[in-house]
């Protein structure tokens, strides 16, 4: 069994660090991070710092820190070469000896930047050496934060970004709870659509959950056309399934 209980010389720890609350991270993750010789955080080019090096801080030892500037744009090839690089410095790290850990907000393997980070670097390190550390996704954190149960029974759940509104309307057919992310600019096409199938009252929405600009939201009316950013959550409570 893996030893978590400090960072491993020439291992790679793929970190999630939670929804932005540095109280909110796992022992698992504090150990790893206090104790790793180099952490890697990726930062979008349109902020001035990483949202996940904020989150760690009151952990961080001295360490080698490492931002990596990363496009906000749906370029395959200019993704695909910014990850190389990354990759790159990950494993000239671990060839000298040294332990690495790659942060990110959120939970490692659900719409994070670390998938891109794991494609480039398979085949480069031994697959033991790689290690994923579980973080508080974001529909597990708006969804505490409202104090609503997510599901019951046989209830069934849906995770969709929203940039495919039909595919988010046609999900509200196929579960009991909907969760969407990356709402952003759409904000008002998903609410249109929400009050047109009857469930603008079932609808709660968190922007930035844990973080010092949190929003909460249970009734859509209080938006009043504000404008949401990046991290917002939407959970659309369908309906329940019985056991019968």
């Given at each position: 069994?893996?030893?978590?209980?400090?960072?491993?010389?020439?291992?790679?720890?793929?970190?999630?660090?939670?929804?932005?609350?540095?109280?909110?991270?796992?022992?698992?993750?504090?150990?790893?991070?206090?104790?790793?010789?180099?952490?890697?955080?990726?930062?979008?080019?349109?902020?001035?710092?990483?949202?996940?090096?904020?989150?760690?801080?009151?952990?961080?030892?001295?360490?080698?820190?490492?931002?990596?500037?990363?496009?906000?744009?749906?370029?395959?090839?200019?993704?695909?070469?910014?990850?190389?690089?990354?990759?790159?410095?990950?494993?000239?790290?671990?060839?000298?000896?040294?332990?690495?850990?790659?942060?990110?907000i959120g939970d490692p393997l659900l719409y994070s930047?670390c998938a891109y980070l794991l494609e480039q670097i398979?085949?480069?390190?031994?697959?033991?050496?790689?290690?994923?550390?579980?973080?508080?996704?974001?529909?597990?954190?708006?969804?505490?934060?409202?104090?609503?149960?997510?599901?019951?029974?046989?209830?069934?759940?849906?995770?969709?970004?929203?940039?495919?509104?039909?595919?988010?309307?046609?999900?509200?057919?196929?579960?009991?709870?909907?969760?969407?992310?990356?709402?952003?600019?759409?904000?008002?096409?998903?609410?249109?659509?929400?009050?047109?199938?009857?469930?603008?009252?079932?609808?709660?929405?968190?922007?930035?959950?844990?973080?010092?600009?949190?929003?909460?939201?249970?009734?859509?009316?209080?938006?009043?056309?504000?404008?949401?950013?990046?991290?917002?959550?939407?959970?659309?409570?369908?309906?329940?399934?019985?056991?019968?």
């Open positions: 069994m893996t030893d978590f209980t400090k960072a491993q010389a020439g291992h790679l720890y793929i970190v999630g660090v939670g929804p932005g609350a540095a109280d909110l991270l796992t022992i698992r993750a504090i150990n790893i991070l206090s104790t790793v010789d180099v952490i890697i955080a990726p930062r979008s080019s349109l902020s001035a710092e990483s949202l996940a090096v904020s989150v760690v801080r009151p952990y961080l030892r001295g360490q080698e820190l490492v931002e990596h500037i990363y496009p906000m744009e749906r370029d395959p090839l200019q993704t695909a070469q910014c990850w190389a690089q990354m990759a790159d410095l990950a494993v000239q790290r671990l060839a000298q000896g040294l332990s690495v850990a790659h942060i990110t930047t398979s085949g480069r390190v031994p697959t033991e050496n790689i290690h994923v550390v579980s973080g508080i996704s974001a529909l597990q954190a708006a969804s505490a934060v409202i104090g609503e149960s997510l599901l019951t029974q046989n209830d069934r759940l849906m995770l969709l970004p929203a940039d495919d509104l039909a595919a988010v309307e046609s999900a509200l057919g196929c579960c009991e709870t909907l969760v969407i992310y990356k709402i952003g600019e759409r904000a008002q096409a998903v609410i249109e659509m929400i009050r047109r199938h009857g469930l603008a009252q079932n609808a709660r929405l968190v922007c930035y959950a844990e973080q010092e600009r949190e929003q909460i939201f249970t009734n859509l009316d209080d938006l009043n056309g504000n404008r949401l950013g990046y991290m917002s959550t939407m959970i659309v409570h369908v309906g329940h399934k019985s056991w019968s």
